[in-house]
């Protein structure tokens, strides 16, 4: 992997503008407010009101000491300086973890809006799919440690239907096709395929009674995953 | 907040034209920027930019460079003549449709309308 064009491994040129927050984030045991000055101190480019801006959001009080954070209020300190260091490249790894979901969408909220008056990369992993495939412009999926696609989300989105109708109807009308998963109820099936469809086999499945359906990001992320038998 | 049946975009130009349908956005009212929607739906700002961008193809909004977006002059006239060519193949026909199936004589229905006019002054 390349960062910039280069190596980032203890690369101090791309380390300076790279800004990594784990699942457990880095913290010096000090106070809140200490932990955000020391952590601008490395940052040119950080922004210390916003950064105190989004501890108060989170309710972390400046004297609280960082030992005394739950695991949630860790996490909201670890997303409080990723976006406050405006880092040209930011990386979340799972920072959500142990937060609650109001604080999970103050997260996101900030996240987004900040992107907006400040462009720049925001790498984002989560196996909280469904609550975070909107923010996305663009989707990795990783599977074993291994990159099974990399597509824009709206390209990936379409990419994803179901197909749900009389069993052989369906049968019939997704042979020629990449099927990911099925399931049955009764005389019913219902088939996710993976592949764009051309109009003209929409219409013929309109046609024949058959329902066509979209898929959610986090769905096709279930169906690419399973069927390559990777261990759970 | 969203569905899956449609792109996230499409939805958005969507919400954009009801509001203007029904009166909410005026003729050259200034719209909520692609960023301020972003924050709000917590979507990617290009997916938002997206669904205005496919506005101001339609004609819907017009852009003042360096300001914002706009609703456009015949935005709400053009909008509503659009719906009323689908309304008789979206609406009417697949009421008569759905009557049918579930048995439901026209003249019910017509009767029905009849009432709806005389109660509601137009």
Redesign the interface.
Known sequence: MLVDGEDPFENPRTAAGTCFIRDEPDLVPSTVDRVLRFAGRFRPTWDHTYAQALAARFGLSPDKRVGALSRGMKSALGVTIGPASRAPLTIFDESYLGMDAPAR?TF??EL??D???H?RTVLLSSHLIEEVD????QVLILDGGRLLLHED??VL??RGQTVTGPAEAVDRFVASLTVVGEKRLGGTKAVTVYGELAEDRRRQARAEGLDLG???VQDLFVHLTREQGSPR | MFDDRSPIYQQIADQIKADILRGTLHADEQVMSTNQYAAFYRINPATAAKGFALLIEEGVLYKKRGIGMFVSQDARQRLRERRQELFYVEVVDAMVAEARMIGIPLGEIIDRLRRAEGEQPR
């Open positions: 969408y996101y909220e987004i809006a992107y907006g008056r462009p909107a923010l996305f412009e989300t709206d989105r379409a979209p898929i959610s």
